[in-house]
């Protein structure tokens, strides 16, 4: 028994050793990575649906068929049939949990069974049909994001890619060095997949530059990509190409910000009127209005109207007019 453990033990020192040399040698990663690869909080939910009903879902694809191209941009690392899986299984789950929950809230509230299994069963539907729709809108979304943070990005990983260019450095060692910078971006993500498909899978570069050019989901990336590509096939001058591009994606920068400052002068003016004039103007009527008795609008109190409009209306529109700031807004 007492060899046994002393077996155990050097083997787990001898493991514990050769991981510790091996991570001596490999050069530093981005932490950041690392946290974006361990927040892949759908990974457990995916695994499980796809066991459950991985295969019952075939003849729901078709209905999806505009989103696999969709999640391969979006940067979410998750197989087509594995997404619609979960989306099926969550909408499945959500329809029977809200349906049986307000069929059984109406029953409480003494309404007939009938009409509370009636309009449970419609919320039910409702939600369902939200469910979809929200699994549908996600990698969209997220797709849209990666997007714009790209572009944000492309002047400054333009203008860094031809000082190494000019110095000498090959494209390979070019996406290497912007792979492992310490600072969070987007493209360092797209240089990191271009990295791995040649130091791992044996791509040369320009096949490694095809497929990052066919994944993205940035316009003006995989135009600077098959620039790169068409460069480094005729042996042009890659530093004077990404000079050039450096340069016009600077004056578009400029203009963009341009156009980014004249938009936010006019959203200011939308906020001003709609919500700091325009609920003051509603408020000072609908507290006339229940001071004098006025009757009611569309059914509803005066108090009741204040009541929604204070607690919903004003915090509602503030958090849409702030999701349209974050979304317009650039990052750099």
Same mark, same amino acid.
């Given at each position: 028994m007492i060899k046994q453990l002393l077996?155990?033990?050097?083997?787990?020192?001898?493991?514990?050793?050769?991981?510790i040399r091996k991570g001596s040698k490999v050069p530093k990663q981005d932490a950041q990575s690392e946290k974006k690869k361990s927040k892949n909080d759908l990974e457990g939910p995916i695994a499980f649906a796809y066991k459950l009903i991985g295969d019952k879902t075939a003849r729901f694809l078709p209905l999806f068929k505009d989103l696999d191209q969709t999640l391969i941009r979006s940067g979410l690392r998750t197989n087509f049939k594995a997404y619609v899986s979960l989306t099926v299984l969550a909408s499945l789950l959500v329809t029977l949990s809200v349906g049986v929950v307000t069929s059984l809230l109406l029953v409480v509230f003494r309404l007939p069974f009938s009409s509370a299994l009636l309009f449970g069963v419609g919320v039910a539907l409702f939600t369902s049909a939200i469910a979809v729709v929200g699994f549908y809108l996600y990698p969209v979304y997220r797709a849209d994001k990666?997007?714009?943070?790209?572009?944000?990005?492309?002047?400054? &990983?333009?203008?860094?890619?031809?000082?190494?260019?000019?110095?000498?450095?090959?494209?390979?060692?070019?996406?290497?060095?912007?792979?492992?910078?310490?600072?969070?971006?987007?493209?360092?993500?797209?240089?990191?997949?271009?990295?791995?498909?040649?130091?791992?899978?044996?791509?040369?570069?320009?096949?490694?530059?095809?497929?990052?050019s066919s994944r993205t989901p940035s316009q003006k990336l995989r135009d600077m990509i098959e620039g790169m590509i068409s460069t480094i096939h005729t042996g042009g001058n890659l530093g004077a190409f990404l000079r050039e591009r450096f340069k016009t994606h600077m004056k578009l920068k400029r203009v963009s910000l341009k156009k980014y400052s004249d938009s936010l002068s006019v959203l200011s003016e939308v906020y001003v009127a709609?919500?700091?004039?325009?609920?003051?103007?509603?408020?000072? &009527?609908?507290?006339?209005?229940?001071?004098?008795?006025?009757g009611n609008l569309m059914g509803l109190s005066s108090e009741l109207l204040l009541s929604l409009l204070t607690y919903m209306g004003i915090p509602v529109c503030a958090v849409i007019f702030l999701l349209i700031l974050d979304s317009s807004s650039p990052k750099w």
């Open positions: 077996k155990k033990l050097k083997t787990s020192i001898t493991d514990a050793g050769t991981k990666h997007k714009r943070e790209l572009d944000d990005e492309l002047p400054f &990983m333009t203008g860094y890619m031809s000082i190494l260019a000019a110095a000498g450095v090959s494209p390979e060692k070019m996406f290497h060095s912007l792979a492992s910078l310490d600072v969070p971006l987007a493209a360092s993500s797209e240089a990191r997949e271009i990295v791995q498909n040649v130091s791992l899978f044996g791509m040369d570069v320009i096949s490694a530059l095809e497929k990052a709609l919500l700091l004039t325009g609920p003051l103007l509603l408020i000072i &009527m609908l507290s006339v209005m229940s001071v004098l008795g006025g």
